[in-house]
C-alpha cells in the first residue's frame, strides 16, 4: 500500500528565513512525487515533481524539494519566506491501484504561517 | 484551452435533496479523479474513471455516483445529500504524471 505522511500541520515561520515542510511516503515501488498549494479559498496549485530523474526537482517561486529514496523522504524547502507563500500544502504520491490505475493519494496538509 | 472546469462554485442543498456536479476537462486526458477536501484531512478520492464508459470507486465513495459518458465530462451525483457530504469537492484529470484540478465546488448540506 502507499501512503504519504505530513509530518507538521502547522508551520510558521518569519518572513525571509527558511521554510521546511515535511513529507515522508510509504511505496512499494518508485513512486511519483508532487507538492501542490492551495491559497485560500483557492485551488490546487502544482509546486513541483518528481518523477525518477534529479533528485533535487525546483519548482515554482523559489521552491524545491529533494528525494531521499533512503529515507523515503520528499521535504520541501525555501531559502526565504515571502508573506504570500502563506498556503495549505499538500505532498502526493500517486499509486497504482490493484487494477493498474495510477491514483494520487494526497498527505493531509500543512499549513504555512508567514509573520512579519 | 480551459484545463478542468467545475461547475457550480457554490451550493447549498437540503437533506434529501440531490444534486450533480459537473466537470469537464478539455486536455483529452484519459484520467479523471473525484476528490472531497474537509479541514485537516487533506483530499480524499470519491471516484475515479480511466477512460470512457470506465469507473471505479475510491476511499470514499458512499452516498455519491459518477458516470463517464464521453472523455471530457465525468459527472459526481448525489442522490439524497446529508449533513456529512458538506465539503468541497475537486474534480482533476491526468494524463503521464500530473494532475490537473478544477476550481472546486464548495457544497453546503442543511
Known amino acids: 500500500a502507499q501512503s504519504v505522511t505530513q509530518l507538521d500541520s502547522h508551520v510558521s515561520v518569519s518572513e525571509g528565513t527558511p521554510v521546511l515542510l515535511r513529507c515522508n511516503y510509504s511505496s512499494s515501488y518508485s513512486p511519483s512525487l508532487f507538492w501542490y498549494v492551495q491559497h485560500p479559498n483557492k485551488g490546487l496549485q502544482l509546486l513541483l515533481k518528481y518523477t525518477s530523474a534529479a533528485t533535487l526537482v525546483k519548482g515554482i517561486n523559489g521552491f524545491e524539494a529533494e528525494f531521499k529514496k533512503s529515507e523515503t523522504s520528499f521535504h520541501l524547502t525555501k531559502p526565504s519566506a515571502h508573506m504570500s507563500d502563506a498556503a495549505e500544502y499538500f505532498c502526493?504520491?500517486?499509486?497504482?491501484?490493484?487494477?493498474?490505475?495510477?491514483?494520487?493519494?494526497f498527505g493531509r496538509g500543512t499549513s504555512l504561517i508567514v509573520h512579519p | 484551452n480551459a484545463g478542468v472546469t467545475q461547475t457550480p462554485k457554490f451550493r447549498i442543498l437540503k437533506i434529501g435533496q440531490s444534486m450533480t456536479l459537473q466537470c469537464t476537462q478539455d486536455m483529452n486526458h484519459n484520467y479523471m479523479y473525484w476528490y472531497r477536501q474537509d479541514p485537516g484531512m487533506g483530499l480524499k478520492l470519491i471516484y475515479y474513471s480511466v477512460g470512457a464508459g470506465i469507473t471505479d470507486k475510491g476511499e470514499v465513495p458512499n452516498g455519491y455516483n459518477v458516470s463517464r459518458s464521453t472523455t471530457e465530462d465525468f459527472p459526481l451525483r448525489l442522490e439524497l445529500a446529508a449533513p456529512s457530504q458538506t465539503s468541497v469537492y475537486f474534480c482533476?484529470?491526468?494524463?503521464?504524471?500530473?494532475?490537473?484540478f478544477g476550481q472546486g465546488t464548495r457544497l453546503t448540506v442543511v
Open positions: 482533476a484529470s491526468r494524463q503521464n504524471t500530473e494532475a490537473f
Open positions: 502526493v504520491v500517486t499509486h497504482v491501484s490493484p487494477g493498474g490505475s495510477y491514483i494520487p493519494t
